[in-house]
């Protein structure tokens, strides 16, 4: 017998445009297969704060059972995050945070660390001695704050690494080279540019290309597993390194089902970071690959289990007609 789902889960996603986001649903979708109580309501944000405070208001019109949410940004997407918990509907917040206390369990990577182990390989890569350009992800989303903290605290420790230019990509390629455009001098000086994003690494990488520098090294964070996305352009060389930025979204769905029966979660749950440059990139593209040909294989079973099943269906049904003639 089929389970109709009996929970509906809110998600409402800053944006969906990227590999890193599709990565994160594809990995939720996993999960959701043995939960079949769950049916996940998803709305994408398209990058806009406003669009997504709307947005959690139709989820809640909808009366979800759970909201998942990773809020463009803190402050704006607060309010309403915590009118959803103060109505008794738990929440999780993912990846980004939001500025307000309100909410059941967090769930993200450890971004302060990404920023401090990015600085520490720049380090060990230039002899403690070069000049580094930052670009950095939206203003207002808290990865952008926790990275560029985690980057700094560890920088003042190395006096002979100068941090030239900082420039907001705000997460896109895009934005990135404009802010890139206005920032020649600086660039023609960079040893190596860390960008909070493998996007933003590859937005630069190729502005850099076009206006003939080679000199400067490139690195990442992300680490998605798509082509042309961070372990890709690792593999390629493209990218010295990227920090790999954990989704959440399998950890996010057996969380919410958890919290659905009742059970107690953990307030903040901090997925860790490996770096990945070219002694270690082969082994992760192994691990990936394998762990992709068994999902692939999972869900030719599930698929061959429900043939099964509607097969069986059809023959009941025959069976009926049979007995009643
Ligand atoms: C994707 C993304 C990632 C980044 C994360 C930060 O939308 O920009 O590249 O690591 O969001 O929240």
Avoid at 7 to 36: A, V
Avoid at 144 to 173: K, N
Avoid at 274 to 292: A, E, F, G, P
Wanted: hydrophobic share 40%; net charge neutral; glycine share 6%.
């Amino acid at each position: 017998q089929e389970t109709a789902p009996k929970y509906c889960i809110g998600f409402s996603q800053c944006t969906g445009n990227d590999d890193w986001r599709r990565n994160m649903l594809t990995e939720m979708k996993r999960e959701l297969f043995y939960h079949p109580e769950m049916q996940l309501l998803y709305k994408d944000a398209e990058s806009d704060s406003k669009r997504q405070v709307q947005q959690i208001r139709e989820l809640l019109a909808q009366k979800m059972d759970i909201l998942l949410v990773s809020p463009n940004e803190a402050t704006p997407l607060a309010p309403v995050i915590a009118e959803v918990y103060k109505k008794g509907i738990p929440v999780i917040i993912l990846d980004r945070k939001a500025a307000t206390d309100s909410f059941t369990a967090y769930i993200g990577g450890d971004n302060y660390n990404i920023g401090k182990l990015a600085a520490e390989y720049i380090a060990g890569q230039l002899g403690g001695k070069g000049r580094i350009i930052e670009v950095t992800g939206l203003r207002g989303s808290s990865p952008t704050i926790e990275r560029h903290q985690g980057f700094h605290d560890a920088l003042v420790r190395y006096p002979g690494l100068h941090l030239i230019a900082t420039l907001e990509g705000s997460w896109v390629a895009d934005k990135t080279q404009a802010a890139a455009a206005q920032h020649d001098s600086a660039l023609r000086q960079a040893d190596v540019v860390f960008a909070q994003n493998d996007v933003m690494a590859y937005g630069m990488y190729r502005y850099c290309r076009a206006k003939g520098l080679t000199r400067t090294r490139f690195i990442g964070v992300d680490a998605s597993p798509y082509p042309d996305a961070g372990i890709d352009l690792v593999s390629r060389r493209i990218l010295s390194a990227s920090l790999l930025y954990p989704s959440g979204g399998k950890e996010a769905i057996s969380m919410a089902a958890d919290i659905l029966a009742g059970k107690k979660v953990p307030r903040s749950t901090l997925l860790q970071t490996v770096l990945i440059d070219s002694s270690n990139v082969k082994l992760m593209r192994l691990q990936i690959d394998k762990i992709q040909a068994q999902h692939q294989e999972i869900e030719k079973q599930q698929s061959l289990l429900q043939e099964q099943r509607s097969l069986y269906q059809d023959q009941q049904h025959l069976l009926r007609i049979v007995a009643t003639t």
